[in-house]
C-alpha cells in the first residue's frame, strides 16, 4: 500500500467563490447548525439527526481539523446576506474503510440551500484546493445506496462510480437500509482535464 501523509498548510484556507464564502467555523454558526442537524429531511440518510450537544460536537472538531491542518471541513456562508448554509469540504476518515487511507469529500446543507448549485459550487473550490493547493491525487466521497440526490451531486461534480466497491459503513447498524454505501472517486488528471472542456 502507498504511503499517505495528511497534507498540513499555513495559513488557513479560505475560499471566496461568486456566491459563497467557505469558510472556518464561527460561534454563531452553532445554532443554525444545529437547526440543520436536527432537521429529518436533511438527515434523512443519516442514522438519526443530531442533538444540540452532538451537533456543537461536531462543529467543533471540523474547526479543529481546519486549525490543525489548514483545510477541513469549511462552514458555508451566502455573501449575499451572511447567512450559514451549512458546511462541505475535505476530510480524512477516523475509521477503518476498505479504501483507506483517503480523502473524502463531505457536505451537507440546509434545505433552503438545496437546488441552486450551491454545494457543486462549494464542490469545486474544494477540488481545487486538494487537488492544486493540497497536491492530491485522489479525492473520494460515498453515501448510503439509497440517496439518490448525493449521488446525483457526485456525478455532476464529475466523480466516478467505482461499482465494485461497494461497501458496508461501520458506523451504521447491521440490517439497515442505510447500511450499504457506494463509493465515488475522482483523480487529478481527470480533473484537471475537465477544467479545459
Not at 9 to 28: A, F, G, H, Y
Not at 65 to 73: A, K, N, P
Not at 138 to 160: C, D, K, W
Amino acid at each position: 500500500m502507498q504511503a499517505f501523509t495528511v497534507p498540513v498548510v499555513t495559513p488557513i484556507i479560505e475560499i471566496t467563490t461568486p456566491r459563497l464564502l467557505i469558510r472556518q467555523w464561527r460561534e454563531e454558526d452553532l445554532v443554525p447548525f444545529a437547526a440543520m442537524n436536527a432537521d429529518p429531511k436533511v438527515m434523512e440518510f443519516f442514522p438519526s439527526p443530531l442533538t444540540r450537544e452532538q451537533s456543537d460536537g461536531m462543529a467543533a472538531r471540523c474547526s479543529g481539523l481546519i486549525v490543525e491542518r489548514g483545510w477541513g471541513i469549511w462552514a458555508l456562508e451566502t455573501r449575499d446576506d451572511g447567512k450559514f448554509i451549512g458546511f462541505l469540504g475535505l476530510h480524512t476518515p477516523g475509521y477503518n474503510l476498505p479504501f483507506t487511507p483517503c480523502v473524502e469529500m463531505g457536505w451537507r446543507l440546509c434545505t433552503e440551500a438545496w437546488g441552486k448549485g450551491l454545494a457543486s459550487e462549494a464542490a469545486h473550490a474544494a477540488f481545487n484546493v486538494g487537488f492544486n493547493q493540497l497536491n492530491l491525487n485522489e479525492i473520494v466521497a460515498f453515501t448510503a445506496l439509497p440517496n439518490i440526490r448525493s449521488q446525483a451531486l457526485m456525478q455532476r461534480m464529475g466523480m466516478i462510480l467505482s461499482p465494485d466497491e461497494n461497501f458496508d459503513h461501520p458506523a451504521v447498524g447491521p440490517g439497515s437500509w442505510l447500511q450499504e454505501h457506494c463509493l465515488y472517486r475522482l483523480r487529478k488528471g481527470d480533473w484537471a482535464a475537465a477544467q479545459f472542456l
